[in-house]
């Protein structure tokens, strides 16, 4: 077979142009290699948009009946993807339109199909995965990953669960260390371009500030311009489990006389970029300016003392509505976490009980479906809220089991509506960033009651891992939202968040939203 970098320089365009990979040396191994799963790191305006293009329709063409898809956070970056990168340049190839299209197979934004039967989904997740949940593909390609929540990564993943390939493709430019992106980078094995120095006779990374010449890229040791082209990838990180490439704008064919203008002015003068921005979007690096919304101190000092974590039925508090909230957790750090409180009618949520379902046994969900509802009878909740997006299925088994109580679907979205009942699917849908923006300022006004610090320490960890993060990309560049790093869960934030909810659903009426 030959390789993919040669079968994509010899049928694909980009406009009049034939592909070449002549200027993009570094690209010509990630072309021709098939890793099951890898991350791009990338500065801006890099290519990446062309090479997808090009994995996605020889992927498409080589291999009869291959389903792909392509995920961005928003609709309109996949709209943009669709219909100025990917649906040209396969109408501008003449093999492709020739061997592989005909005018009866379904060619739209959404959805490219081939005459051997491939397939190609353009799709879109921000706060919610539910238009992709169901799907089955061999290939998932995430584009700007890094503004696409980490709890819709493993959602996503399913989709490949029956595939013989199963290849996942995440690639974007980063922001903080603890972002997503940045989190998937460093568990990798960390490939950089090295380029060996003529003047000095060392290799280097075209990765820092001190690369950036007056003319051209330099050696960070003795200062000369060295040629970006004659270079090879070597592996930074022999504990990475998964193939991963940085690539910065330094490596790109930039012309002398617009070195200054492109790179340069980047950095100083009245058009230079603020030290953050140039590390992310021109170094393609993180830069840690995400910000946590609550301290810990804050989180200690709502703790009371004197309360335990309820084991048995707690009669003192019996008079109240207690409920419960359940937030589902189906990664490898994403744990179930359920718990139980309630309005103690001076304007404070009074939390009595909270569980992670960590062992081996208990990640079963039919084995916790069976423990939840022994704790909802034992605390006699008057309803539950539980997470709909991850946990449709669990939740019809929920109902089943428990059928005196009301058990309220949670979902989160986009919406400027805080909370709202949508009777057509029987789902309350919720503004994921304002409602955990209120728990946050809960704490600051200590507003909640958690039980004494010794205990509610590991649930309280969950609530110190999140962090507040700005979109970069698309029409949604911008918009906050909260987030968390791969390995550091955040599942009682939400856990608590949906037991709140539903105390407020029981108390106020919700049809018209807030």
């Keep these: 077979m030959r390789p993919r970098s040669t079968i994509a320089q010899d049928i694909l365009y980009l406009g009049p142009n034939r592909l070449s990979l002549t200027n ?61 990168r990917l649906r040209p340049m396969i109408k501008d190839s003449a093999v492709i339109m020739e061997e592989f299209y005909n005018k009866d197979l379904t060619d739209n934004v959404l959805n490219v199909e081939f005459s051997n039967k491939s397939k190609i ?3 879109y997740a921000f706060l919610s995965a539910d238009r992709i949940r169901g799907m089955s593909v061999d290939s998932i390609l995430h584009d700007e990953t890094q503004d696409i929540l980490t709890d819709l990564l493993p959602v996503i993943r399913e989709c490949s669960f ?58 960070k040791g003795c200062g000369k311009s060295i040629d970006y082209k004659i270079g090879m990838w070597v592996q930074n990180n022999k504990n990475g489990k998964n193939a991963g490439f940085h690539i910065s704008q330094l490596m790109i064919d ?7 203008d492109k790179i340069v002015s980047k950095m100083e003068g009245p058009t230079a970029y603020s030290k953050h921005v140039f590390y992310n979007e021109v170094l393609g690096l993180p830069y840690d300016t995400a910000d946590s919304p609550v301290t810990r101190a804050e989180i200690e ?24 909230g359940i937030d589902w957790g189906y990664g490898i750090s994403s744990y179930t976490v359920a718990t139980v409180g309630f309005n103690d009618g001076e304007g404070k949520f009074r939390i009595l009980w909270c569980k992670k379902y960590m062992n081996p046994i208990e990640r079963d969900f039919r084995v916790q479906i069976e423990d939840l509802a022994m704790w909802a009878y034992r605390f006699d909740v008057k309803a539950i809220g539980a997470d709909w997006g991850a946990g449709v299925d669990r939740i019809s088994e929920l109902r089943n089991k428990i059928t005196d109580k009301p058990t309220f ?50 649930f309280a960890e969950d609530i110190t891992h999140v962090f507040i993060e700005y979109s970069s990309s698309g029409k949604i560049k911008g918009q906050m939202q909260y987030d968390h790093a791969i390995d550091r869960p955040d599942d009682f934030m939400h856990s608590w968040n949906y037991a709140k909810m539903a105390s407020d659903v029981m108390r106020v009426n919700y049809a018209n939203g807030i």
């Design 24 to 84: 993009y040396p570094y690209l010509i191994p990630i072309y021709n290699s098939y890793f099951p799963t890898v991350t791009f790191m990338t500065a801006r305006q890099i290519g990446k948009s062309t090479t997808w293009c090009a994995f996605l329709t020889t992927d498409s063409i080589g291999i009869p009946g291959f389903k792909s898809m392509y995920v961005t956070p928003s609709a309109d970056q996949t709209a943009y993807f669709s219909n100025n």
């Design 409 to 458: 679907a949670f979902q989160a979205t986009c919406s400027s509506r805080k909370l709202y009942y949508d009777p057509r699917d029987d789902i309350f849908r919720h503004s994921r960033t304002q409602t955990l923006t209120d728990r946050f300022v809960d704490i600051r006004n200590h507003l909640v009651i958690f039980p004494n610090w010794q205990e509610f320490e590991p």
């Design 162 to 219: 029956r595939s013989k390939y199963a290849w996942f493709r995440y690639s974007g430019t980063p922001k903080s260390y603890s972002n997503t992106l940045t989190k998937l980078w460093e568990a990798s094995k960390q490939y950089k371009w090295a380029v060996k120095c003529s003047g000095c006779n060392k290799y280097d990374f075209l990765d820092s500030p001190k690369n950036v010449g007056t003319k051209g890229p330099i050696c």
């Design 121 to 123: 989904h353009l799709r």
């Design 254 to 260: 930039i012309p002398e006389r617009q070195w200054y």
């Design 301 to 324: 000092s709502c703790c009371d003392p004197a309360q335990m974590i309820e084991t048995q039925t707690p009669f003192r508090y019996m008079s109240y509505p207690l409920t419960m």
